[in-house]
């Protein structure tokens, strides 16, 4: 038998002193909840109503479970109110900043549709690891290397003037030794300030022979694009990046840098499974799904800088 539906007849009958009332109440016919309360009688084994034509009233043996009945009732209740609040509650994602605005408006509808309240959080690679290790997030997109990445990102570089076709060499940007004037930058944002992004373009850089300076971590996205437009300097990126900030994007000669993603959750939440259902908008949000070879030919991808430069 239904023991809380029976429990809720038997409460609502008891409430509105008869069968008919009662059982309008409780959201059921009466022969239901007649059937129902006589069902618990029989569990309990005693009568809990005497009834008449008008009225049900309650028994010795009914006032004594009338209290547990109901509290079973409450505490039902307020196990479905918890449950609804807790579907409805945000539940929060730390996400990098490369992903724009539309989206992650784009995540957080899909999101709903599956039944999940996102809160999206913009946070900087070894930020969104704290966060999610100290439990401020449920969930957060992690920096790895392209070998562990759910979401690989190619990287290429992107500059204020039309490159024109092919490859964008590093070692182009090396100066002579009769040049002067300032040389040409490549710059890094802060989500690509990890080591598998930035140590093999230091060894590229050093390789071919460019001033140190000539690979710089930018405090943001904002000014590494501002420095691009206003000089001849390029940034690193992806190429839906360079489009959306209106930069010329081009794969690098030497070797493809690659952003990984993985999706990691705090040990306590048990959600990842709605979350990668949403692993295709996850992936378009960080740029994975636009590829390299837009403008060249597709390359091989590498975490270091090995195609004939030292290491």
């Known amino acids: 038998m239904d023991l809380l539906g029976a429990c809720r007849a038997f409460v609502s009958v008891s409430d509105h002193n008869g069968f008919t009332d009662g059982a309008a109440a409780a959201g059921v016919s009466q022969p239901v909840a007649s059937r129902r309360v006589a069902a618990l009688e029989e569990l309990l084994g005693a009568r809990l109503f005497e009834r008449t034509v008008r009225r049900a009233v309650l028994t010795t043996f009914g006032r004594e479970m ?3 009945a109901r509290r079973l009732v409450e505490d039902a209740d307020g196990l479905l109110h918890e449950a609804a609040a807790a579907h409805r509650r945000p539940w929060r994602l730390a996400v990098p900043d490369i992903c724009t605005t539309s989206g992650l408006a784009r995540l957080i509808a899909a999101g709903r549709g599956l039944g999940i309240a996102l809160e999206t959080r913009t946070e900087p690679p070894a930020r969104r690891a704290e966060l999610l290790l100290a439990g401020r997030v449920q969930a957060a997109l992690l920096a790895v290397p392209a070998a562990e990445a759910v ?3 190619a990287l290429g570089l992107a500059a204020a003037e039309d490159p024109g076709e092919g490859y964008l060499h590093v070692e182009t940007l ?12 490549i710059w890094l944002q802060p989500e690509d300030d990890v080591p598998h992004v930035r140590d093999p373009l230091a060894r590229l850089r050093d390789a071919v022979g460019l001033r140190p300076a000539q690979l710089t971590e930018a405090k943001d996205l ?5 420095e691009v437009h206003a000089a001849p300097d390029l940034l690193l990126c992806s190429a839906a990046q360079a489009r ?14 690659v952003r990984g993603y993985v999706l990691r959750t705090a040990a306590q939440d048990a959600h990842p499974a709605a979350l990668t259902r949403l692993g295709v908008r996850i992936g378009r949000c960080l740029g994975a799904d636009d590829g390299a ?14 195609e004939g430069v030292g290491a």
């Open 174 to 185: 090396r100066l002579g030794r009769t040049e002067r004037g300032p040389a040409r930058r």
């Open 66 to 68: 009338l209290p547990h």
């Open 293 to 306: 070879d837009q403008q060249s030919p597709a390359r091989n991808t590498s975490d270091t800088a090995n």
């Open 244 to 257: 959306a900030l209106g930069l010329h994007w081009r794969p690098m000669g030497e070797f493809t840098p």
């Open 151 to 153: 979401w690989p990102v």
């Open 222 to 226: 904002t000014t590494a694009a501002a």
